[in-house]
Antibody
Framework: QITLKESGPTLVKPTQTLTLTCTFS??????????VGWIRQPPGRALEWLAL???????RYNPSLRSRLTLTKDTSKNQVVLTMTNMDPVDTATYYC????????????????WGPGTQVTVSS | QSALTQPPSASGSPGQSVTISCTGS?????????VSWYQHHPGKAPKLIIY???KRPSGVPDRFSGSKSGNTASLTVSGLRAEDEADYYC???????????FGGGTKLTVL
């Protein structure tokens, strides 16, 4: 049974750095072909893919946010950490981590398991 | 602005069928078989309902079906039920640069 859960601050100030943790179970991020992704949804708006890290530390980022995002993993804790710098009120959103099904050549086929999401508000 | 274009809304009466389109380009929807659809009820995590264009995960009713023609994918919900009222998002693999893209979402209303 695969489960994921996001954790982190609910409120950050503009210009601050957001750090979110995804704690997962039911799979190992040391196994070939495995990854963890992050997706967000601003209020009233669409889902937006942010980033994904593979088992071998290969990282992929949304080109429009690449300069602000960093992913790290701690396989001993079954955790993936997303860092987003220079937060702005437009970054207010529910942030999800999700388990991707990874096809050959690292093509992401779909996200089959999602965390419940964590709401982040950016406000002074 | 989302990379994939969906109609903002769709509706149908119970028992009817509704089809939601998802238009992209040859760099995403048209170029790969990795198109997926998610059902999203407010306050809950998105749920995968279609993957690889036409496949249904275990437990998803066969009232949900997917298809693709060129750069446009479609989700059809047959035999509409009240619990189908939700937001629906398409997604596609988009190559090594853009990687994963989502549609703008379609709010399905069961009248």
């Amino acid at each position: 049974q695969i489960t994921l859960k996001e954790s982190g601050p609910t409120l950050v100030k503009p210009t601050q750095t957001l750090t979110l943790t995804c704690t997962f179970s039911g799979f190992s991020l040391t196994a070939r072909g495995v990854g963890v992704g992050w997706i967000r949804q601003p209020p009233g708006r669409a889902l937006e893919w942010l980033a994904l890290i593979f088992w071998d530390d290969d990282e992929r980022y949304n080109p429009s946010l690449r300069s602000r995002l960093t992913l790290t993993k701690d396989t001993s804790k079954n955790q993936v950490v997303l860092t987003m710098t220079n937060m702005d009120p437009v970054d207010t959103a529910t942030y999800y981590c999700a388990h991707p099904n990874v096809a050959p050549r690292r093509q992401v086929s779909y996200f089959d398991f999602w965390g419940p999401g964590t709401q982040v508000t950016v406000s002074s | 602005q989302s990379a994939l274009t969906q109609p903002p809304s769709a509706s149908g009466s119970p028992g009817q069928s509704v089809t939601i389109s998802c238009t992209g380009s040859s760099s995403d929807v048209g170029g790969y078989k990795y198109v997926s659809w998610y059902q999203h009820h407010p306050g809950k995590a998105p749920k995968l309902i279609i993957y690889e264009v036409i496949k249904r995960p275990s437990g998803v009713p066969d009232r949900f079906s997917g298809s693709k023609s060129g750069n446009t994918a479609s989700l059809t919900v047959s035999g509409l039920r009240a619990e189908d009222e939700a937001d629906y998002y398409c997604s596609s693999y988009a190559g090594s640069n853009n990687f994963v893209v989502f549609g703008g979402g379609t709010k399905l209303t069961v009248l």
